[in-house]
């Protein structure tokens, strides 16, 4: 099968992108109007538009969705250098165009979902590190590593984000995902501390890929066992010497 060109690949990261935003984002400001969902159903819908997005998109473009898990992989030598900015630019225009769509619904309500320290900067920030390397440790072991289930790649990455989501999102939001907070950020107007969410993912992300590429066991493949025929031969080759 042919693989998609590099406008068609950024174009599936803009879609996704847009789709985890406006989902996300969206859960918290109309959560944020109604009540009806809690943290937990905003956590939820997160982990499950995540799901759905690498389900729908992983085929096309690897269903990055984030520019750190985009330079996480370009660090990690698997992904090329030269392709990262096209990623990123069609990840944050997704993000900007998520965040326009929730002003247009909703008006500028919750900061439509921008993410905002709630303890100190530092705690969010550390935060912010810890969750990403556990979510791209996560992405790596089942985007890179042959020996893992393949078809379980969008539940395990969405389950990882709904839990990250529901103990970390309290604190600094949980971000995870430069572009999921700056595009409510800009659209927002809301800059407190969004350092925190452009370092954090971006440490963070590349810290867990470089912790499973340590921690994996190289894939060591068994010698084929010789033939009846190639047996006596080699039994012969030794007598004979």
Not at 48 to 62: E, R
Not at 80 to 89: F, I, K
């Amino acid at each position: 099968m042919e693989k998609p060109s590099l406008l068609h690949r950024s174009a599936a990261e803009l879609f996704g992108t847009y789709a985890l935003v406006a989902a996300g984002c969206g859960a918290i400001v109309v959560n944020s109007e109604t009540g009806a969902l809690g943290h937990v159903g905003v956590a939820l819908t997160f982990g499950l538009v995540v799901s759905v997005m690498v389900a729908a998109t992983g085929h096309l473009s690897g269903a990055h969705l984030n520019p750190a898990v985009t330079l996480a992989f370009a660090v990690a030598r698997h992904f090329p250098w030269r392709e990262v900015p096209a990623y990123v630019l069609g990840q944050l225009v997704g993000a900007l165009a998520a965040a326009l769509t929730l002003l247009l619904l909703f008006g500028p309500v919750a900061g439509l979902g921008a993410t905002v320290p709630s303890g100190t900067v530092w705690q969010s920030l550390l935060l912010e590190v810890l969750l990403t390397a556990a979510l791209m440790f996560v992405i790596t072991a089942v985007a890179t590593d042959t020996r893992a289930v393949g078809e379980l790649a969008a539940l395990a990455i969405g389950f990882t984000v709904a839990a990250n989501a529901l103990w970390g999102g309290p604190i600094s939001g949980a971000s995870m995902n430069p572009a999921r907070s700056l595009g409510p950020a800009l659209v927002a107007g809301v800059w407190l501390a969004q350092w925190v969410y452009l370092v954090g993912p971006i440490v963070g992300a590349i810290l867990g890929a470089v912790i499973y590429q340590w921690v994996r066991v190289p894939i060591r493949r068994p010698v084929p066992a010789l033939a009846p025929a190639d047996r006596e031969e080699e039994a012969q080759q030794k007598f004979s010497h």
